[in-house]
Protein backbone atom coordinates (compact mmCIF):
# COMPACT_ATOMS: atom_id res chain seq x y z
CA UNK A 1 0.00 0.00 0.00
CA UNK A 2 2.77 2.21 0.18
CA UNK A 3 3.50 4.47 -2.69
CA UNK A 4 6.01 7.14 -4.03
CA UNK A 5 5.03 10.37 -3.96
CA UNK A 6 6.79 13.89 -4.59
CA UNK A 7 6.69 17.17 -2.29
CA UNK A 8 6.34 20.92 -3.39
CA UNK A 9 7.24 24.12 -2.00
CA UNK A 10 3.54 26.04 -1.15
CA UNK A 11 6.06 29.57 -1.99
CA UNK A 12 8.69 29.16 -4.95
CA UNK A 13 6.40 25.62 -6.23
CA UNK A 14 9.90 24.10 -6.82
CA UNK A 15 9.39 19.85 -6.28
CA UNK A 16 11.98 19.40 -3.61
CA UNK A 17 11.62 15.94 -2.48
CA UNK A 18 10.44 12.11 -3.01
CA UNK A 19 9.11 10.10 -0.27
CA UNK A 20 6.81 7.25 0.31
CA UNK A 21 3.65 6.81 2.36
CA UNK A 22 0.81 4.65 3.03
CA UNK A 23 -2.50 5.37 1.13
CA UNK A 24 -4.31 3.43 4.13
CA UNK A 25 -2.81 5.00 6.91
CA UNK A 26 -3.27 8.95 5.41
CA UNK A 27 -5.54 8.57 2.68
CA UNK A 28 -5.75 12.56 2.00
CA UNK A 29 -3.09 14.55 0.90
CA UNK A 30 0.59 14.95 3.30
CA UNK A 31 1.86 18.66 4.44
CA UNK A 32 4.95 18.71 6.04
CA UNK A 33 7.54 21.55 6.94
CA UNK A 34 10.90 21.03 5.26
CA UNK A 35 14.16 22.93 3.88
CA UNK A 36 13.76 24.25 0.83
CA UNK A 37 17.13 25.09 -0.67
CA UNK A 38 15.58 27.73 -3.51
CA UNK A 39 14.08 29.70 -0.54
CA UNK A 40 16.90 28.98 1.65
CA UNK A 41 14.57 28.46 4.81
CA UNK A 42 11.88 25.68 6.19
CA UNK A 43 8.75 26.40 4.22
CA UNK A 44 5.40 24.20 4.01
CA UNK A 45 6.10 21.26 1.55
CA UNK A 46 2.83 19.57 0.31
CA UNK A 47 1.93 16.22 -1.68
CA UNK A 48 1.69 17.16 -5.33
CA UNK A 49 0.43 14.39 -7.80
Known amino acids: ?19 FKNKKNTPDRLERNKYCRFCRRHTLHSETK
Open 1 to 19: MRVKITLRCSECKQRNYNT
